[in-house]
Structures are given as structure tokens and as C-alpha cells.
């Protein structure tokens, strides 16, 4: 009886020594998750400004979008030019004034984009080799840019006077067609828009575009050295 007695006296103790240590480790891991949730909650404490951020991305993206997507592109529109005036004629400015930006027109893809209404208007001026013929061409060679349609001739003199030799000055209207999602209907948040500056030729322009919402209009003024 007093071996078994000693026997069960020693298992107790036993007993008491293990849940003893495994209590100790559990009050360990206990304080180490309590340190990891206080860590926790001063990380959200310091992101609770931006709780609503995602929110407030997702009520402004369609408004960007929309106006990514009905925006005339002033800078493609520029380089293209820029390949397309004939050697017998010179731009001296022009001024342009694109369709307002409409947020409510509804995304489209190719090869159904369309044209936004009211198309915009540009006027050129500029100076030609004393042939008609040369006003013509540059005529043509505008009516060609997908930006540009209607081509109007408003004036052509022979200006005998201005210049060492004859020239003609001009003055040429056309309508701004802007392409309803003709470069896509999102803004690519990933890749970044490309900055606008200089044209290929390296003339700086004076305006750049400024699209709005409502009524506000897009308008560039692009004026050569003389």
C-alpha cells in the first residue's frame, strides 16, 4: 500500500509538472498573440483614413472613364500633322476647339466606335507657293487625318507685298471628329497616360488640352515660329 501510495504521489506530481510547463507555454502564446493583435490594430488605427479609399475609386472611375473615352487626343492628332503638310505650304497657326467631353455616353468597341456629336471646328492660316494648286493639296492632305473632316476653303490671296517673292495666304476650316472610345473605354490605371509636350517637330504648344465635364470644352491654339 505505501509502494502504491508512492507510486500515485509520484504521478500526481507528474501530472502537476507537465500541465505546469504546458500552462507556462500557453500563457506565452497567449501574450505573443495579444502583442501580434495590438501590432494589428495600430496598423488599421493607421489605415482608417483610407477605409473608404477603394469606395471613392469606384465613384470616380466612371467619370474617368467617360472622359478618357470621348477626349480628343490633341497629342496624336498633332503628330500626325506634323507628317502631313505638304513642302509647298506652311502652317502659321491654327485653333481648335474639340466636342466637349460627355461622361454619359455609354462605352462602345471596334469596330462600332462612333463619332461624338457635335463634332469640333479648327481653323488654319498659313502661307503657299504662288500656285492655287499647292492650297489644294493641303486641303486634301487634311480632309485624310481621321481627326479631320469637311475640309472648307475660307480664303486664298496671292499676297505680292509681305514676302521677298509671291505667296499665298490661307485660311482653311474643317470639323474635329472625336471618336467615341477610338483609344478604349477605361483608364489604363496600370500603364500610366502618356505625357503631353512637344510635337514631333519639336514646337512647344502654347495650350494644352483641357477637358471638363459639362459644358467645358477642349481647346488648343498651336502657334509656328516665325
Do not use: H
Not at 105 to 123: D, F, M, S, Y
Not at 169 to 178: C, D, I, R, Y
Not at 184 to 208: F, I, S, W
Amino acid at each position: 500500500m505505501l509502494i502504491l501510495g508512492a507510486l500515485l504521489v509520484m504521478l500526481m506530481i507528474g501530472l502537476y509538472l507537465f500541465y505546469f510547463v504546458r500552462f507556462g507555454s500557453e500563457q506565452d502564446r497567449i501574450a505573443a498573440v495579444d502583442q501580434d493583435i495590438a501590432q494589428q490594430q495600430a496598423r488599421i488605427q493607421e489605415l482608417s483614413p483610407y477605409a473608404d479609399l477603394q469606395a471613392r475609386l469606384d465613384a470616380k472611375k466612371p467619370i474617368a472613364d467617360g472622359i478618357y473615352r470621348t477626349r480628343f487626343p490633341w497629342d496624336e492628332f498633332l503628330q500626325g500633322l506634323a507628317f502631313v503638310i505638304p513642302d509647298s505650304t506652311a502652317l502659321d497657326s491654327f485653333v481648335g476647339q474639340a466636342t466637349p467631353v460627355n461622361i454619359q455616353t455609354p462605352p462602345v468597341e471596334p469596330p462600332t466606335v462612333q463619332a461624338l456629336e457635335p463634332p469640333g471646328t479648327i481653323t488654319f492660316t498659313g502661307v503657299a507657293e504662288p500656285e492655287y494648286q499647292n492650297v489644294s493639296d493641303f486641303m486634301v492632305r487634311m480632309n485624310n487625318l481621321r481627326f479631320l473632316a469637311n475640309t472648307q476653303l475660307t480664303t486664298a490671296e496671292l499676297d505680292r507685298e509681305t514676302f521677298a517673292s509671291e505667296a499665298i495666304t490661307f485660311e482653311v476650316s474643317a470639323e474635329l471628329v472625336t471618336r467615341v472610345g477610338d483609344d478604349g473605354n477605361e483608364v489604363r490605371l496600370e500603364d500610366g497616360q502618356p505625357d503631353e509636350g512637344e510635337d514631333d517637330t519639336g514646337a512647344p504648344l502654347e495650350d494644352q488640352q483641357a477637358s471638363r465635364t459639362g459644358s467645358n470644352v477642349s481647346e488648343v491654339e498651336y502657334q509656328y515660329g516665325q
